[in-house]
């Protein structure tokens, strides 16, 4: 079982900038594609950023692209996403998910992905 522990959010100005975390407990995450997904309030949760096992295909919200970037150390069992100019409707609760094993690309369904995070907190002030 994969338990996955973010962390790096906070309340930040628009424009500013945040990088999230997203620790995995053994065993590996190097076989699983993860993402990040985020909820706001009253609203569905929406895909936000994944990436393939190996990280060399990287899929994003249309909104972020340009600003977010996601990454993975598959050595130190850890998942990234780098938020850049930010703006006050990136305003949510963001979570770090691992997809099931037999996924090998990254999906924007959250019925795809059987563990999840606890989620941390992102504020963007305008």
């Known amino acids: 079982q994969v338990q996955l522990v973010e962390s790096g959010g906070g309340l930040v100005q628009a424009g500013g900038s945040l990088r999230l975390s997203c620790a995995a407990s053994l065993p590996t995450i190097s076989n699983r594609v993860m993402g990040w997904f985020r909820q706001a309030p009253g609203k569905e949760r929406e895909f936000v950023a994944g990436?393939?096992?190996?990280?060399?295909?990287?899929e994003y919200l249309e909104s972020v692209k340009g600003r977010f970037t996601i990454s993975r150390d598959n050595a130190k069992n850890t998942l990234y996403l780098q938020m850049n100019s930010l703006k006050p409707e990136d305003t949510a609760v963001y979570y770090c998910?691992?997809?099931?094993?037999?996924?090998?690309?990254?999906?924007?369904?959250?019925?795809?992905?059987?563990?999840w995070g606890q989620g941390t907190q992102v504020t963007v002030s305008s």
């Open positions: 990436t393939s096992r190996s990280g060399g295909i990287t």
């Open positions: 998910a691992a997809a099931r094993v037999e996924y090998g690309i990254p999906s924007r369904e959250t019925r795809r992905y059987d563990y």
